[in-house]
């Protein structure tokens, strides 16, 4: 008899990676849980995750096809979910995510407009189920969310699939690197990537893409757009906010934190607490009580946002313990620390507060979004601190700094309002494979 591992090293290396998934699955499952234990949703709706789902809803209807993993991906294909809404209204709009705090953003975002599902996991069988049930003319896939199995029964029902507003770190395509055999296949049965750098767009071409396949159309996230209803609502909040504050009180809005750096933001502001309202917002909604049992720790007094407590006198500290509202909060803000970057998470968009005016302070850790930062901080509208000393200095400056403030916040602006295109191009790319 021929040993187990002898066949699995001489089969072809999707064959390998879908027996490992089969293999695995009971800890993939056991993982479901264990987020379900933080956050409930998670095992709700469970069986779309195994493509099973109700579909009458886009049968008899051709289909587009968009994923977007959580809340970042969901914000950034908005605006090109509402293009090709526009220009194909004979079309029905399939968006997909993984997590439950993507569904939301989904739900917020669009109503009952698109038809929303969680995406199935990359089993032959799932992805089998969900495509016969959607039947998509198109599959939009955002930013880096590549799974061999549903790229390939995509290929193979003749489903042109695009990696839309692509990005990939070096990290990610070293990591990438050492299953060629796996990602080389994988990327050529991709009808097209666009990539919001250059730079993407190399490490793409160093994995062994055809180089027909990829094209450089910059990032959607320089596209999106602030409307006055958003910034009315900002300016309300922050007279709210300041009411009972003492004249020159500003605001500083600490955005989509992680684990362990909750206590370096506190730590840069206590000593800035008298001038400085901080309104902290935890990345994932499952962290709201721990971090409020943290500002509890520290004797911190603080109102939460989502049971509207009023901002007195004594209150520290806004825990912005709610989903959806950030671009409001920015609006709100004098200055913001976007999270994800003091540890090594990697960052997230600097954009919605640059958008806003707003001066932007980033840990070290922004490698997902390298091209950007660099561009915001070349424009001096971005500051890159190394830690939580560093960052009480540069806030304790920038509080005595109007016009520097101003300075970095019309910066920000500007860095946006040069780069916006890339929509119009990707919808471009979108349209060929359609018409």
Not at 1 to 7: G, H, N, Q
Not at 68 to 73: D, I, N, T, Y
Not at 372 to 401: E, H, P, T, W, Y
Not at 422 to 429: D, E, H, R, S, V
Request: proline share 5%; charged share 20%.
């Amino acid at each position: 008899m021929i040993p187990l591992f002898t066949i699995i090293i001489f089969m072809p290396n999707r064959l390998v990676y879908t027996l490992l998934f089969y293999l695995l699955l009971p800890l993939v499952l056991l993982r479901l849980l264990y987020r379900a234990w933080k956050a409930p949703a998670y095992v709700q709706r469970w069986r779309e995750r195994f493509g099973w789902f109700d579909a009458r809803a886009v049968q008899g209807v051709q289909t587009i096809w968009v994923h977007s993993v959580s809340v970042g991906e969901s914000i950034a294909a908005a605006p090109l979910v509402r293009q090709l809404q526009q220009a194909y209204p004979d079309h029905r709009l399939v968006v997909t995510t993984m997590t439950p705090t993507g569904s939301e953003r989904v739900v917020a975002l669009y109503g009952d407009s698109v038809f929303h599902v969680y995406a199935p996991y990359d089993l032959p069988d799932a992805v089998a189920r969900f495509l016969a049930r959607v039947e998509p003319r198109l599959a939009i896939i955002m930013e880096t969310e590549l799974w061999p199995n549903t790229v390939a029964a995509c290929a193979a029902r003749n489903i042109p699939v695009v990696l839309a507003n692509a990005r990939l770190s070096e990290r990610s395509a070293r990591g990438y690197g050492k299953f060629s055999a796996l990602v080389k296949p994988m990327l050529n049965q991709l009808a097209m990537i666009a990539a919001q750098d250059d730079a993407t767009a190399s490490r793409f071409l160093g994995l062994g893409i055809d180089p027909d396949r990829v094209t450089v159309t910059g990032s959607i996230k320089f596209d999106l757009e602030v409307d006055d209803v958003i910034r009315d609502s900002g300016k309300s909040l922050r007279q709210q906010w300041l009411a009972n504050k003492q004249a020159g009180v500003r605001v500083l809005v600490a955005a989509s934190t992680h684990p362990g750096e909750d206590e370096q933001i506190l730590d840069a502001w206590q000593g800035l607490a008298e001038d400085l309202l901080l309104i902290i917002v935890p990345r994932h909604p499952e962290r709201f009580g721990k971090v409020a049992e943290l500002l509890k720790q520290r004797g911190i007094c603080f109102a939460r946002r989502s049971s509207n407590e009023t901002v007195t006198e004594s209150v520290q500290v806004v825990l912005g313990d709610t989903m959806g509202e950030l671009m409001v909060f920015f609006a709100a803000a004098d200055l913001a620390f976007i999270g994800g970057s003091l540890v090594p998470t990697g960052g997230h968009n600097m954009l919605e507060a640059s958008a806003m005016g707003v001066p932007v302070f980033s840990g070290p850790h922004f490698f997902n979004f390298k091209d950007i930062a660099d561009q915001l901080c070349a424009a001096g509208a971005m500051i890159v601190v190394d830690d939580s000393a560093d960052l009480s200095r540069n806030l304790k400056r920038q509080l005595a700094d109007d016009e520097q403030r101003r300075v970095m916040g019309a910066a920000g602006v500007a860095v946006v309002d040069e780069n916006r295109g890339a929509l119009q191009k990707q919808l471009g790319i979108c349209r060929r494979l359609l018409d």
